[in-house]
């Protein structure tokens, strides 16, 4: 679509237009002795870092009516929401925990329209304890396109099925490396797009991990870090490589939107990715898995090491949740009573990024790995008649 662009005097004309108009209403003002309109507070501005009214009383009466509205229809559903709690208090836990999902709604809807609550996500002071933020960040975070570009990488790229059948997220994950270790000069810390390419100097160092999940309660994660695109030369195929495993990981809804995953030690430490060279762009992807129980394993429990690795085989063992009811997957593994518990997908976070060879690997082998760093690919073809060919030059 193209747009009429002013020219330079015709913005002058307007500039000078404003000012002038400005500059008669001022005086129109002081001549007829009238008071000035009410000061506008600055909501995105306010010195005590809370939500304040945009506009004063009076300025807009179709502002203060509709700020009404929603005051009066928020205290009246606040009302009924503490009458049915004050009505559940002498019923049994099983009374209360069927009522609990049609008291958390009521109280979702009793705030969902207050500008209060609105300001606070957009000024991240969204407070996860409380069930109104869990789902407007959630509803956020499913329609505004963030989880779409996630998984359309992932299935475009067809992380979903090599590593996993299927996934359907139910925490936000993001995968953030800081840009002090690229010696770049830049300072910060860059939170990774799914999909993207990634230089391998830049992910020497582990990553910050974060993650924002939607339930109040605790449950355990497993963490990984694997790269499905190994050469297995053995096999003429390709093998998952494991860069990083850590279970036993606790995590809630808490007053912090983003919640720092502590990737250091765990089972397999984190080691830096390293495509090996001749091979074609490796994708390196990250599962946060719940757990349905605590987890003790030890190094034994990984016979094949790092290299070889199933992911779907040691899901399955451990029963960590990428099973989804009524999608084609099964939840036979999953007991009945946590089937209950989260409902009909255990779900989990996913993430990934894309690396390919350059000569910041061959370091890698051998100041980190201290190995030597394998090369693949088809070998040069000989050049039969090479001694009989002349020289151009001599």
Same mark, same amino acid.
């Given at each position: ?177 800081? %840009?002090?270790?690229?010696?770049? !000069?830049?300072? +910060? ?5 799914? @999909? *993207?390419? &990634? ?112 992911? %779907?085989?040691?899901?399955?063992? !451990?029963?960590? +949740? ?5 999608? @084609? *997957?099964? &939840? ?63």
């Amino acid at each position: 679509m193209l747009r009429q662009i002013a020219r330079p005097q015709q913005l002058q004309r307007c500039v000078l237009g404003s000012r002038l108009a400005s500059t008669a209403a001022s005086g129109e003002a002081a001549a007829s002795g009238s008071a000035p309109p009410p000061s506008t507070p600055s909501s995105s501005k306010s010195s005590t870092g809370q939500w304040s009214r945009p506009l004063a009383r009076g300025v807009n009466k179709a502002y203060d009516e509709a700020l009404a509205l929603i005051q009066k229809d928020s205290a009246k559903k606040t009302e009924e929401l503490q009458k049915r709690r004050k009505a559940l208090r002498e019923e049994s836990e099983d009374v209360k925990q069927a009522n609990a999902k049609k008291l958390e709604k009521l109280e979702i809807e009793s705030q969902i329209n207050v500008p209060e609550v609105h300001w606070n996500i957009s000024h991240g002071k969204a407070d996860m304890s409380k069930p109104i933020y869990r789902h407007l960040l959630e509803k956020s975070w499913r329609k505004d396109g963030r989880l779409d570009l996630l998984m359309e990488r992932v299935h475009q790229m067809y992380v979903l099925p090599d590593v996993l059948p299927a996934m359907h997220p139910t925490v936000d994950l993001h995968v953030i490396f800081d %840009r002090k270790y690229w010696k770049n !000069h830049l300072t +910060g810390f860059v939170d990774v797009e799914p @999909g *993207v390419f &990634m230089p391998p100097r830049m992910t020497i160092h582990a990553p910050r991990m974060q993650a924002t999940v939607f339930h109040p309660e605790e449950r355990l994660y497993t963490l990984l870090m694997v790269d499905p695109d190994v050469p297995d030369t053995d096999n003429k195929t390709f093998q998952t490589y494991v860069h990083l495993l850590k279970t036993n990981i606790s995590l809630s809804a808490s007053s912090s939107y983003l919640q720092d995953i502590n990737v250091k030690g765990g089972l397999l430490p984190y080691e830096p990715p390293h495509p090996q060279k001749g091979t074609p762009y490796h994708r390196y992807v990250t599962l946060l898995l719940p757990q349905v129980e605590r987890l003790n394993l030890t190094p034994a429990d990984l016979p094949s090491g790092r290299a070889g690795f199933d992911v %779907r085989e040691f899901a399955a063992k !451990h029963k960590l +949740g990428y099973y989804v009811e009524g999608e @084609g *997957v099964s &939840m036979e593994m999953v007991p009945e009573t946590y089937k209950e518990k989260v409902g009909k997908g255990m779900g989990g976070g996913i993430h990934m990024w894309r690396a390919v060879w350059d000569e910041d690997v061959s370091r890698v082998y051998t100041d980190i790995l201290k190995l030597p760093e394998p090369t693949y690919g088809f070998p040069p073809k000989p050049d039969r008649y090479g001694n009989l060919k002349i020289p151009k030059y001599i």
